[in-house]
């Protein structure tokens, strides 16, 4: 054990003032702060007094430890045991003067230890600087009783000053935080408003917008039922207009002359071209109105590549393209036979159309649960700002002109809503003067659920497809 740093003893009340003035110089010597000192001063003489009071003798030990935190300890004893309760009662409120405190009934008898960690700028106490405070320590000489009350008088004035400061602290900072209060209070009731004001803005907006919904809704259904209408009435006319003229072409009639079969064929040629866009329009207003539902089936999709491959091959008809229709990579998937050969079938015709040299190539693989058919050609391509607006209807991207056939500017729209409706999506990327590719990816799972709101009735027949 640590030799102790100085020894004293109690028997008498003045030896309580002696004891109280060697524990301040020890704190000190030590390291403690002021305050701390007189905490520590404090606790060791009212427990001196207790111990004069009920007529013991106390033997006072003053040891710094410098295992783990330094610390320095008081120990208190005397020669009578059965006083530790006694003592631990009237020594509650000193407790919180110093770090640690225990009273107990050891075999030479009552022992009150206390200790008080040292702050972390004290120096350290290492073996010569204890010897250099023991030799101090020695030399002290106490001071009368008198000499001690002014030095508390002191320190009690000094703790009464800190504590006015204090208090002065608190009270400018109780009005601050009273001024902060107020202002956090208007502010609150600035945004409280500001933010109901807001709300009713944005309901009045959700209002506004469901109503335009509404009309919109109205509006594209209007929409859909005048070119359905429209384009239903339009067929028996036109047709009309190609059988009259198939008749007048025909060699069981009369002989024309040669301009007059030039205008018949003039005539045929701009009705056919009408019927194709009739039949498109009548188609697109179909989806629109959601008017056709798929017929899920188990789909060979090697058949519907190979009569691909049959049918637009004669479309093909300039050497510099190259027309190829990969093996797929599935064998079969659960879809609508009819729409998927009808979105192929757009998006190579679109691709022959603007392909004047290189290839035009139709593939599918797997992608995780979906399935991916991709139409890729060299042709002129689209700019990257106008690669959405080729969904658009009647939209074409300007200074591109089809190579054969003529366009309406509604295939692709077509064919995006029949892939909507088969649980898909469609996208495209594309280089100008390189080419462009067309991806669409569908579930090859479970039929997808439909993603229009209105309950479909049985498919109508949509044809075996037109150019677009």
Known sequence: MTEPLMRTRIRVEQDVFAARQLGREVAREVGLVDQDQTRLATALSEVGRLMVAAGRDADVAFTASTDGVPTLLVEMAHAVSGDAERLASQLVQVRRLVDTMEVTDDEPGTVVRMSRRLPAGAPVLSHDRMDEIRERL?????GTPFDELSVQNQQLITALNEVRAQRDDLARLNAELEETNRGVMALYHQLSDELEETNRGVVALYAELDEKSVQLRA???????????????LR?????????????????????TSEQERQVELIRGSATDLLTLVNDLLDLAKAEAGRIEPNWSDVDLKAIFGQLRGTMRPLATRPEVEFVVEEPAVATMRCDEVLLAQVLRNLLTNAIKFTAKGSVRLSMERAGRDVRFTVADTGVGIPPELQERVFEEFYQVPGSHALSGKGTGLGLPYARRLVAILGGAMRVTSVPG?????????????NPPHPGENPLPSAENIGEGRPR
């Open 236 to 256: 028996a006319p036109v047709t009309a207009i190609i059988g009259l003229g198939r008749l007048l072409a025909d060699d069981a009639s009369d002989d024309l």
């Open 138 to 142: 020695s030399g002290h000489v106490p």
């Open 219 to 233: 509006a594209s259904e209007a929409k859909s039922r005048f070119l359905a209408n429209v384009s239903h009435e």
């Open 434 to 446: 390189e080419g462009s590719t067309f991806i669409v990816s569908l579930p090859a799972g479970e």
